[in-house]
């Protein structure tokens, strides 16, 4: 080797600036955490909520077909939506340029609970459950097409690369319980819905963008293991393993300890809580000893792996065992086509199972500390896309308004808040934007949104980014 190549030399350089940089990150987290920010494992104020369980509805259902009545448009069917209330405002290419004739909707809606809440036929479990409701007739976004419409409720932004909430939870309160992660992701393996315009999922959804990746959710699988090479191989113990991961771990620590890279330290972390979860989950997904009253109440679905109402029951039990944040994704929702009979096996899969999920919780005395979030995207036009009968209809991508609910975790129940005009097109009341939900979110795990932040970029990043974000305190109990 030449005597000029100083290889010694060049490898403590990097290592001093690698060093270096770190070390002002670490400064910068432990100024951070010093002013008070969540990150630092804490709270701001007292939370009416310890754990989130967060039904994602992945395509958007439609609102005037579930949740907001509009009996007058019966009378208007076929008529031009009159253009004093659509006001020129975006529609996605697939309905430019044409006629938008009003489709009501074909399904009737009826009274349910002490407060006399309305919501569809296709709700009938749900109706059941309606004193613990909060509903929001009134949820607006910014986005008009499925991709950044999702990105944009799950992490504050329609920009890819940013925190996902339930990352966010993970970094400002930590974990509550040692031997599972504190954000687990429940995909549904099947739908009832639409079957051949399937909107796709991406792990940014439940990412952790710029935080440390320790806080990315844990996607679970339908099939075989539930977390992908949780199974020893052939051949290898349980000791055997441990001790591969204690010299595995001594070398990382050693590397940790040279460069002094956060991530590393997350490497062994994160190994140590895999090999715990060798134990824990087969265990919390082992559903043998749930007796049979309990796959009643969630529908005959959830005897099958992989299905929505399977998934409730799974939330339920990771709720039992102080699992911090919880998200259920449930496709099928895009109705552009079809919408009627579509939209009844949507119902079907998930109207059974919500409920039961409600009062499940209400019954082990857990929905007082449990917030549950019923959401898609965006809403669905009152005006019609494609086909135009009474009983056969699609409907486009609304972001103007569109509806949702809240159940426990300090929301008051029995009540709906805000209202659309009488067209279901604009918002009439109480406007609530999708930065106000995820504040109120936070706001209920004792967060003060404005102060959970992230240095990164130049910016103290933020789930609700930098526009103006309110706790939306009409809904608290």
């Not at 209330?85 to 006629?99: D, Y």
């Not at 910016?459 to 103006?468: A, N, Y």
Request: one cysteine or more; hydrophobic letters at 40%; charged letters at 20%.
């Amino acid at each position: 080797m030449p005597p000029s190549f100083d290889i010694l030399g060049a490898v403590n350089r990097r290592h001093f600036l690698q060093a270096s940089g770190m070390g002002l990150g670490s400064v910068a987290l432990g100024a951070l955490a010093s002013g008070g920010s969540a990150g630092a494992g804490g709270v701001h104020f007292p939370p009416k909520a310890k754990r989130v369980i967060y039904l994602f509805m992945a395509g958007a259902p439609s609102q005037l077909d579930l949740f907001d009545p509009k009996p007058a448009l019966a009378g208007r069917f076929k008529e031009p939506l009159p253009k004093s209330v659509s006001m020129g405002q975006r529609v996605t290419a697939m309905t430019l340029g044409q006629e938008q004739l009003v489709a009501p909707s074909c399904f009737k809606f009826s009274k349910h609970g002490e407060c006399g809440m309305e919501l569809s036929e296709l709700l009938p479990h749900l109706g059941t459950v309606a004193d613990d409701l909060c509903l929001v007739r009134s949820l607006h976004t910014d986005a008009i097409n499925h991709d950044p419409a999702k990105t944009l409720l799950c992490t504050g932004s329609q920009i890819p690369g940013k925190a996902s909430l339930g990352a966010w939870l993970s970094y400002g309160l930590g974990r509550m319980n040692e031997n599972l992660p504190d954000f687990i992701v429940l995909p549904s393996a099947y739908w009832s819905g639409d079957t051949s315009n399937v909107q796709a999922l991406y792990s940014r959804l439940w990412g952790a963008g710029f935080l440390p990746s320790r806080h990315q959710g844990v996607s679970f699988q339908s099939t075989g293991d539930p977390v992908l090479y949780l199974s020893n191989p052939k051949g290898v113990t349980r000791p055997t393993r441990r001790a591969m991961l204690d010299l595995v771990n001594r070398l990382n620590q050693e590397h940790a300890e040279e460069v002094g890279d956060p991530e590393v330290r997350t490497t062994i972390a994160q190994q140590e809580m895999a090999f715990r979860m060798q134990a824990s989950v087969p265990e919390l997904t082992d559903l043998s000893e749930e007796p049979d009253h309990v796959f009643e109440m969630y529908g005959p679905e959830s005897r099958k792996t992989g299905s929505f109402a399977r998934n409730c029951l799974l939330a339920r039990r990771m709720a039992e065992r102080d699992v911090r944040f919880v998200q259920l994704f449930h496709r099928g929702w895009d109705h552009h086509v079809g919408l009627p009979k579509k939209v009844r096996g949507q119902a079907y899969d998930v109207d059974q199972p919500a409920a039961a999920l409600v009062k499940d919780l209400k019954e082990r005395g857990l929905l007082d500390d449990t917030l549950v979030v019923f959401a898609g995207e965006f809403g669905r036009t009152t005006f019609c896309q494609g086909k135009l009968e009474a009983d056969d209809y699609g409907r486009d991508h609304h972001p103007r308004c569109f509806s949702i609910w809240m159940a426990g975790g300090g929301i008051k129940g029995g009540t709906v808040h805000g209202a659309t005009d009488e067209y279901c097109y604009n918002i009439a009341e109480g406007p609530v934007h999708v930065r106000d939900l995820n504040a109120t979110i936070l706001h209920q795990l004792g967060i003060d949104h404005e102060r959970l932040v992230f240095p990164h970029l130049g910016l103290d990043q933020k789930l609700t980014g930098v526009e103006e974000a309110r706790v939306v305190r009409e809904i608290l109990a």
